[in-house]
């Protein structure tokens, strides 16, 4: 069974840029979740997308946004690229959030540095 | 706010010299507590589920389990190869979302080092 797929795993823009992540789910999963890891702030919470709706968003700029297609890939775009962007993003992908205890799986990740 | 602390920041350990991991939430309305395992420049990797106190999950030389207000993941003679960062990370209910829409709450984590 594939696991989460991350594409492309480096990228690196410059500032003011736009760029786009791509993540394509678990076979089955409905919910793709993006999170930011950055060695200060660990890893926090951007968007939830469940059926193509976007249902939680964390404490980002209007700058980060994303949508889910109707074969659950997803992708997420950050417009107007700043130095502060330069992270891991991951993507999570689970089943059925609703059930308590539901697992989430990442993908491995795509590396953006913004200079 | 739903927080998780997780101690120590960084552990070091000799091969086979047994410690365990804390990480202690407040969060309202637990829906589960996850213990992840991360390597350099990976993903994390899913290690246990755990949603109601005095639940225990063991895998391998990894024991984790649950109070009401922590979590601690015990590892038992350790090897070099468990050497990776662990993070814990809460499920808790959203207010006012529809459809018990959840996010995950991670605490920063614990890098471990397993000296041979």
């Known amino acids: 069974k594939a696991g989460v797929t991350q594409t492309p795993r480096y990228l690196i823009k410059t500032r003011g840029q736009q760029v786009t992540l791509s993540c394509s789910p678990i076979s089955g999963h409905r919910s793709v979740s993006w999170y930011q890891q950055t060695p200060g702030q660990g890893l926090q919470f951007l968007f939830e997308y469940f059926s193509e709706t976007q249902r939680n968003k964390g404490n980002f700029p209007g700058r980060f946004s994303g949508r889910q297609f109707s074969n659950s890939r997803s992708e997420m775009n950050v417009s107007t690229l700043e130095l502060g962007d330069s992270a891991l993003y991951l993507c999570?992908?689970?089943?059925?959030?609703?059930?308590?205890?539901?697992?989430?799986?990442f993908g491995q990740g795509t590396r953006l540095t913004v200079v | 706010e739903d927080q998780v602390t997780q101690s120590p920041e960084a552990l070091r350990l000799q091969e086979g010299e047994s410690s365990s991991l804390n990480c202690s939430y407040t969060?309202?309305?637990?829906?589960?507590l996850f213990w992840y395992r991360q390597d350099p420049g990976k993903g994390p990797e899913f290690l246990f589920t755990?949603?109601?106190a005095g639940e225990e999950k063991e895998k391998e030389r990894l024991k984790a389990t649950l109070t009401k207000k922590e979590s601690f993941l015990h590892i038992t003679a350790p090897k070099p190869e468990d050497s990776a960062t662990y993070l814990c990370a809460v499920q808790a209910l959203l207010p006012g979302t529809q459809g018990g829409s959840e996010k995950l709450v991670f605490g920063k984590g614990t890098k471990l080092t397993v000296n041979p």
């Open positions: 755990l949603y109601s």
């Open positions: 969060v309202s309305g637990l829906r589960g």
């Open positions: 999570a992908s689970s089943f059925d959030p609703t059930t308590p205890g539901t697992e989430a799986f």
